[in-house]
Structures are given as C-alpha cells and as structure tokens.
C-alpha cells in the first residue's frame, strides 16, 4: 500500500489520478500529467456509469477521447456501461484489461459505485491499475475511491466507496461552500482524513509512494484531519 503521511492508497503500478472536475480549458493540464503517466499506447476507455443518461454520456466520453487524442494521447472509446449488467459482461471487462488510461467520467457518485460494485468490470479495473493503467477519476468519479463518499446534493448521506484510498473521504469540486459538507463528514468518521480538490485540481498517488499535485492558480488540494489524527499527533 503506498502512503504519504496520513494518505495511504491501494498498492499498483498504475497511477490514481483524483480530478476536481472542471471545464475543457480547466482540466487540460490535468489530461496533459495523466497522459505522461500512461506506460505505453495502449488505449484510453471512457467509462459513463455515472452519467445521467445514457445519450449525453455517450457523447461525453466521445468529446473526451477526441480532447486527449488532440493532447496527443492514445486512441481509444467509450466503454458501453451504463448498468450493472453492463458492468457483468466479459467483453466490458476485457475492455478495461487492456486498457492505458481508465477515464472515470463524472456525474453521480452513487449511480457509479451501484454500477460497477461487485462486477467482472470492477475486477478488471482493480486488475488494470495492479498491472500499470492509469485510474482518473473525474469530479465526483473521485469520490467513489474513497471509503464514503460525498455526492454532489448537499445533506446527503454519505454512502460506502470502494476504499482505494484507505479510511479516506474525498470531496471533488471542493470551495468555500462545500468545506462545511467534508468537514461534517470528517466530524461523523473521526477516522478518517479527507481530500478536498478543487476544480482544475489533480491529486496524483502512484508507485513506490510517489504524489503528484496539479494547482489552478491558488487553488490546490486540501487535506482534513479526523479527531483520531489529531489526537495522535
């Protein structure tokens, strides 16, 4: 497992990319550092679970794959996962074994874990990321790699994430006005620490316990304390 003070992630020799979501012209730099991170051509698969309908998720992912081609990335397509039965067939589940770089698109956090939880697909991209694919989980996409998840409506119940990042609760989109959500979250599981990252914002964890950090000007990623930390020093 690789860890860096108080964050600790599941061991790979693929990269976890934690996005905050953001317009093309916001998240260029983050596409640009995820691409130097893919090991070869293999290619780039979208993944839609956590789109709100099936059509614009399609389209999405198309733009998307054509944004990191012209960023001069590898080829690749969208993956059609949009249900948990999606999320069962072989040949979606081979689609992420072969894949470079897992593109996680954004949307609902909950849909996506409920998607893909307890899958062959799921396996495959555990699998992927062991053996060297690169994870980018965008906006709320991110969320899901944590043990809860903060979604994107306000007062929500937290649901359980996959833990990719252990006892960690992750808050994409993250500002003035969604730091009260994370820290009430933080308060509620004093166990935990969370990871604020704002839009235009990347949180890169991978091998050997290496961290990369994507600013947008003054904005950067931001961690929380849970009570257990703070009382261990």
């Known amino acids: 497992m690789g860890q860096v003070g108080p964050l600790r992630w599941r061991e790979g020799r693929g990269w976890l990319v934690l996005a ?7 998240t260029d730099s983050i596409m640009r550092a995820a691409i130097e991170l893919v090991p070869d051509e293999s290619p780039v698969v979208f993944v839609p679970a956590a789109g709100l309908t099936e059509e614009a998720s399609r389209n999405e992912g198309a733009q998307v794959i054509a944004h990191i081609e012209r960023l001069g990335g590898p080829a690749g397509y969208v993956a059609p996962i949009f249900t948990p039965a999606d999320a069962a067939d072989p040949k979606n589940a ?36 062991r053996a060297g694919a690169v994870v980018l989980a965008m906006g709320y996409a991110a969320s899901a790699l944590g043990a809860w998840c903060i979604g994107a409506v306000p007062g929500a119940e937290l649901l359980r994430g996959w833990d990719w990042l252990s006892d960690a609760i992750i808050c994409p989109s993250f500002d003035e006005d969604a730091a009260p959500a994370l820290r009430a979250a933080i308060r509620s599981h004093a166990e935990c620490v969370g990871v604020g990252v704002p839009r235009g914002v990347a949180l890169a964890l991978g091998p050997g316990n290496q961290v990369q950090t994507q600013r947008a000007g003054e904005r950067q990623a931001t961690v929380v304390l849970g009570a257990r930390f703070r009382r261990t020093g």
Request: no cysteine; glycine share 14%.
């Open 20 to 26: 905050g979501g953001g317009e093309p012209e916001e």
């Open 94 to 129: 081979r689609r992420l074994m072969n894949a470079g770089l897992i593109y996680l698109g954004d949307g609902q956090t909950q849909r996506l874990v409920e998607t893909l939880s307890d899958t062959p697909t799921f396996r495959a991209l555990e699998a992927a990321h």
